[in-house]
């Protein structure tokens, strides 16, 4: 697959999202289902087919392989998300790292480059966060 010369909002939303998943060398079933699941759940996605989840989230991998491929998705998804969106995208990455509750050092530091590149208030990231892992708590 040729890389993308540009990405719009929702797929920017989706390589987020894989981008931090895969950042511990795979995507698991659980990331994978998160993913599914907020694609169809939420209203930024509500005109976002199965067909073009596969298509972002292959794009996303391909990024992933390419030379300098993880600072090319970054200039991508900051292009192509306003500000009223990057903490959306944020708060995405933590939903999909909060489903395996137990974040793996790559993952967390990932995460942290999102929050960077995305301009996120240390603020903002740790309520964001927070909000992130009390929803994935179990009894």
Do not use: W
Not at 51 to 69: H, I, Y
Not at 93 to 101: E, L, S, T, Y
Not at 103 to 118: G, N, Y
């Amino acid at each position: 697959m040729p890389a993308p010369k540009a990405l719009d909002p929702q797929e920017a939303l989706v390589c987020t999202m894989v981008l931090v998943a895969a950042a511990d060398g795979g995507l698991t079933d659980r990331e994978i289902g998160a993913m599914v699941g907020l694609v169809q759940s939420l209203p930024i996605f509500h005109d976002f087919s199965s067909e073009r989840l596969k298509v972002a989230t292959d794009t996303a991998v391909s990024l992933l392989g390419e030379t300098d491929g993880l600072a090319h998705a970054a200039r991508l998804i900051c292009a192509a998300l306003e500000p009223r969106l990057r903490e959306t995208a944020y708060v995405l990455a933590c939903d999909v790292i909060a489903v395996d509750q137990n974040a793996r050092q790559t993952e967390l530091e990932m995460l942290a480059l999102v929050r960077k590149e995305l301009s996120i208030d240390p603020l903002v990231a740790h309520a964001l966060e927070r909000g992130s892992r009390a929803r994935q708590q179990s009894r």
